[in-house]
């Protein structure tokens, strides 16, 4: 047939047939984003990356809230992604009994404090290696700093990546922002970017304690599973560290409020922890703000809309933020 190429598939399951046009896209996708392949890995990752095209196309035909497309990581397999991305095994996530005081007023229909004044420094990217706590770690500390302090710093990843083992947190392979703030607290202190540089990967810690710039007085962990008291704090105090479930769809995400029938609401489950910067309602679909730690390229210039009020993939399970 003409326009249809049969692919022989030798090692996976799931044959189909590639059209021409795939084959352009794949080419186009692979221009946007710098990537070159061996003639072996271009078939394999043409396949891989068509069928999540055609996942992305289905979704985006449906009715619903956020839309999903192409993105850095559509030439990877979930499986794939999960492993360079995301927690292998569970973490100790949960805080029965938190120790927020909440407020006595109401809260706000929405906030974003992007908007408020210099307090969110800009998005980062963790590159292939599954430190996002550290990423949700400085992202809060920098806000909180940056809203009682009056300076927003850019904060050092690395040092925890390196450094914070003792609070079972461990490196690429994960751990929590509240073990992270238990750290630079006991520690006294986390350094810059700057005189800290991120690599991607875990190396010996070299901490100078002169050089700390950031401090952290007291941690506040969120009851598990109350999104109100988590919606409270961020309505009153400071953007929250948070962790939740990334289930395959998830990667693909695009824009509008995301929500899933496939993740999970347990602390067990949870995968990947990033920073609620604000909420709001659309359509009355109340919805959190979130910043990720993909890149700009990904998402909404690296910020992703999450549904609120449902536990949506376990986001309340475990959050958390220090005091400075
Ligand atoms: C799409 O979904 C929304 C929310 O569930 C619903 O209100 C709307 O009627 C749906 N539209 C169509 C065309 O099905
Ligand atoms: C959970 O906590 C226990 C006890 O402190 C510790 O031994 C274990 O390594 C922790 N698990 C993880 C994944 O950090
Ligand atoms: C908050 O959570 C951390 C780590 O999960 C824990 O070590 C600490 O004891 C908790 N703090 C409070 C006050 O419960």
Redesign the pocket.
Known sequence: MKGFLLVALLSTASAFYLREQDEFDFKTWMAQHNKAYSTQEYNERLQIFTENKRRIDKHNAGNHSYTMGLNQFSDMTFAEFKKSFLWS????CSATKGNYLRSNGPNPDSIDWRKKGNYVSPVKNQGGCGSCWTFSTTGCLESVTAINKGKLLLLSEQQLVDCAQDF?N?GCNGGLPSQAFEYIMYNKGLMTEEDYPYTAYEDTCVYKPEKAAAFVKSVVNITAYNEKEMQDAVATRNPVSFAFEVTSDFMSYSEGVYTSTHCHQTTDKVNHAVLAVGYGEENGSPYWIVKNSWGTSWGIDGYFLIERGKNMCGLAACSSFPEV
């Not at 095994?89 to 100790?92: A, H, I, K, L, M």
């Open positions: 095994e569970p973490q100790n079972n461990h």
